[in-house]
T-cell receptor, first 110, second 112 residues
């Protein structure tokens, strides 16, 4: 089992809809979780992090963490074409390294 | 605020040539520094990380090396490039452990 897994997509949603991106992780001891956005040809940008079970909201973005089920989600409300990018989930492992998933490509259609 | 720079932005080099990529961070002291490589359509591969001047940890055996001659400077080098070294090279920094890493703009390297 990979340490961090994401569906590669592409995930296609219409403009104005909610985009839901999911990530599962293997280390039950993980305490912190990060979401990065990467536009084509650009470097990853940190957009959200979450440390506690439950939801964390920042503008149109909501990160949801369920430690019992070992998954973390990113919801994007009122999706815009400018949200079209690859979203990377990252989780520190016990060796102290930040492990990235392969990323989910999101396409928001006008 | 903190800023991270990388140069050059793009580079085309022949096989067997040397390489030097530079990364500098402004606005913070004693950051952790990281070099990643992202091959086309692939995930991020951690190459090296450093917790201080002269302290380098290598993650993947290869023909690349890294150095940290100053607190906020991180250099990636190679004596002889291989075709497989092509990719998008990203430098990142963090303040505490591997958490909340912030990436530079990257260097796109093509080895021909």
């Amino acid at each position: 089992q990979k340490e961090v897994e994401q569906n590669s997509g592409p995930l296609s949603v219409p403009e104005g809809a909610i985009a839901s991106l999911n990530c599962t992780y293997s280390d039950r001891g993980s305490q912190s979780f990060f979401w990065y956005r990467q536009y084509s040809g650009k470097s990853p940008e940190l957009i959200m992090f979450i440390y506690s079970n439950g939801d964390k909201e920042d503008g149109r973005f909501t990160a949801q963490l369920n430690k019992a089920s070992q998954y973390v989600s990113l919801l994007i409300r009122d999706s815009q074409p400018s949200d079209s990018a690859t979203y990377l989930c990252a989780v520190p492992n016990q060796g102290g390294k930040l492990i990235f998933g392969q990323g989910t490509e999101l396409s928001v259609k006008p | 605020s903190q800023t991270i720079h990388q140069w050059p932005a793009t580079l085309v080099q022949p096989v067997g040539s040397p390489l030097s990529l530079e990364c500098t961070v402004e606005g913070t002291s004693n950051p952790n520094l990281y070099w990643y490589r992202q091959a086309a359509g692939r995930g991020l591969q951690l190459l090296f990380y450093s917790v201080g001047i002269g302290q380098i940890s290598s993650e993947v055996p290869q023909n690349l090396s890294a150095s940290r001659p100053q607190d906020r400077q991180f250099i990636l080098s190679s004596k002889k490039l291989l075709l497989s070294d092509s990719g998008f090279y990203l430098c990142a920094w963090s303040l505490w452990g591997p958490y909340e890493q912030y990436f530079g703009p990257g260097t796109r390297l093509t080895v021909t």
